[in-house]
């Protein structure tokens, strides 16, 4: 026999409504509860920033991520790649420092590794001397033994323009340089975002990586007389001993840059990226990545 609509008993009608009402409120709170567990959206003092997933590439975090600004020594991130991006390259051949090296760090009051003029060092402990102390000395030695031409002004000009083509090939459209450590003329820029690709395109390389999650290091050099001396180098990003699982990667600062930090940390099978920029001091720099570092590990 056939029921109608009309047939229906107002008994089976009501249990009907009871039950998808159930399900409208039971979904409701499970929307509620899943609400509830999302982390919220911290502030930070810097004026940009950004994290992303390292394996998948998702964004986790954004705050003007694509505001271009100055990068003060994060800028050797970049230096490091070109460096490490050279054919046929011996890590253990070694560089005479010159004296336009410690010249060029007393001109601009910069970030030193202390390099010693006719001292013999190699390219590995140049990359140490770069990254750690933050090395301006460093990073001008690199240059100049990595550029091309007959001067050294021409080899810095051209080690500047490998940067800059490795920017292009890494799709950085908003990222620029005009120096070989941060200590650019005004046209030396980059964004949180650019930034963050370019430190996970980095972290591919085994060097890279070992050199920036070390926190201190004795380095054995070769002096001008054929003796040697060692050079003690400590790593300037502090998030190394104040953030579980980090990993690297460099800071950065400047009258123009402020305080800037690209960073990485793994937590098991996850690995964050992210940069901060133009942060207010140096302790609201470590505050801000570590708010938004433990941000995206819960996301």
């Not at 003092?45 to 705050?63: D, E, I, P």
């Not at 890590?91 to 003029?117: E, N, P």
């Not at 500047?160 to 005009?178: P, R």
């Amino acid at each position: 026999m056939k029921i109608g609509i009309k047939g229906i008993s107002r008994a089976t009608a009501t249990a009907t409504v009871a039950l998808t009402a159930g399900a409208v409120i039971a979904g409701s709170v499970f929307a509620s509860s899943a609400q509830a567990a999302a982390p919220a959206t911290p502030k930070i003092t810097a004026a940009g920033g950004f994290t992303m997933n390292n394996g998948s590439a998702k964004t986790l975090f954004s705050k003007a991520a694509d505001t271009r600004r100055s990068t003060g020594s994060t800028t050797k991130i970049m230096t490091a790649k070109v460096v490490l991006a050279q054919k046929n390259l011996n890590l253990d051949s070694k560089v005479t420092v010159q004296k336009a090296y410690s010249d060029y760090i007393v001109s601009k009051g910069a970030s030193s590794a202390r390099l010693i003029v006719g001292d013999k060092v190699t390219v590995r402990q140049l990359l140490y001397g770069l990254m750690l102390p933050s090395g301006c000395d460093a990073a001008y030695a690199l240059a100049d033994k990595f550029g091309s031409g007959s001067t050294r002004a021409a080899r810095v000009k051209s080690f500047i323009g490998k940067m800059n083509a490795q920017a292009k090939s890494l799709g950085l459209k908003n990222t620029h340089f005009d120096s070989f450590d941060g200590i650019g003329n005004g046209s030396n820029y980059s964004t949180p975002r650019d930034l963050t690709k370019l430190a996970s395109n980095a972290m591919k390389n085994s060097t890279f990586r070992t050199v920036v999650k070390t926190k201190s290091t004795k380095q054995k050099v070769t002096t001008k007389s054929g003796g040697y001396r060692y050079m003690s180098w400590s790593n300037t990003n502090n998030m190394l001993s104040s953030y579980s699982g980090a990993i690297g990667i460099k800071t950065g600062s400047g009258p123009t840059a402020k305080y800037c930090l690209v960073f990485a940390a793994t937590r098991g099978s996850k690995t964050i990226v992210g940069t901060v920029l133009a942060s207010t001091n140096a302790t609201n720099r470590t505050a801000d990545m570590k708010k938004i570092m433990d941000y995206s590990f819960k996301k």
